[in-house]
């Protein structure tokens, strides 16, 4: 169902919410990327998602309200810092990990005691959970360790399985998922990177950088307290490395061997556009942070749905705004699973 006039809004709203409410799936649009949405109260609908996704039983859930009410059902405990936050960034695309209520089942959390939530600022999201009336658990609509999607189309292309509802709501408008910082440590800690970044956060409370989080070692089966801790993650079917190069020559002698053996490859840049390399080889992404968030799945989709053997994307620049970008980036890149 798309958005695209008032009356399909209103009746894709009373639509997915009958389904919600039945227990079943839904595809929904968010500010980040599309979500995969059950009810987070409904223990065996949000299992459904495990299921359907092929998600580890270890990955928690984020739930999304779009009340005060919803937050007070879901945190066992709401801090200064946390309404600090809220107050600063919700709504919008950040996840705040608090302890979490009786009311959340367990299922939504991969056993652990803490929650993620977040206030999503898209206007169907904030309407759809306001006319179910419950908050909603929804990580991104795509298989397990797979690119996230950020529009209808992605998800279509790649969904496992049928689901009641695809609810098309255009392109996303950050394209990557929410930062996420945990509440649940003195100072809090960004467990996941995103558009908002430690500098803009530091501003609001005292936040620490991502570090060395616990369960992100590969092969650990402890509780997460939040998605987006695997080593590899958000990965395109073809690997990906990341590269820097000084013209084209630098660059063909760096994936020379790939070359050689004929394999097709698609460049990914920013600010260095290599020579010597085929036209629809080469995409380039403004060197932006914020656009270089929004373009850079659609691109990796195009990869996958074309057939690429081989994806090079230029390393990011270093700066804070950026952070979010190049921890997508690692993950995607990395070479096993954890």
Known sequence: MSLQTPADFTEAVEAAATLLRAGELVVVPTETVYGLAANAFDPAAVSKIYTFKGRPSHNPIIVHVATAD???????????????????????PLTLVV????????VVTAGGATVGLRWPSHAFMQALIRRCGFPLAAPSANPANQLSPTSADHVLHNLPGPVGLV???GPSNVGIESTV??????PAVILRPGMIHREALASVIPVLSPAAVEGTQRGCEAPLKSPGLLS???????PLRLLRWRDGADLREQIDSE???????????HSRIP????????SVIPHDAEAFARALYAELHQCDQTGVELIVVECPPDGPEWHGVQDRLTR???????
Do not use: T
């Open 70 to 92: 919803m937050i007070r059902e879901c945190a066992g405990e709401w801090s200064e810092e946390a309404q600090r936050l809220a107050r600063a960034f919700w709504p919008g």
């Open 99 to 106: 302890p979490k209520s009786e009311r959340v089942p367990m």
């Open 167 to 169: 609810v098309d709501g």
């Open 181 to 186: 910082v945990d509440l649940c440590r003195n």
């Open 232 to 238: 590899k993650h958000y990965s395109p079917r073809a």
């Open 259 to 269: 070359v050689r053996a004929g394999r097709r490859v698609q460049i990914l840049c």
């Open 275 to 282: 020579a010597g390399f085929a036209p629809d080889q080469v």
């Open 332 to 338: 995607a890149s990395a070479s096993s699973e954890s």
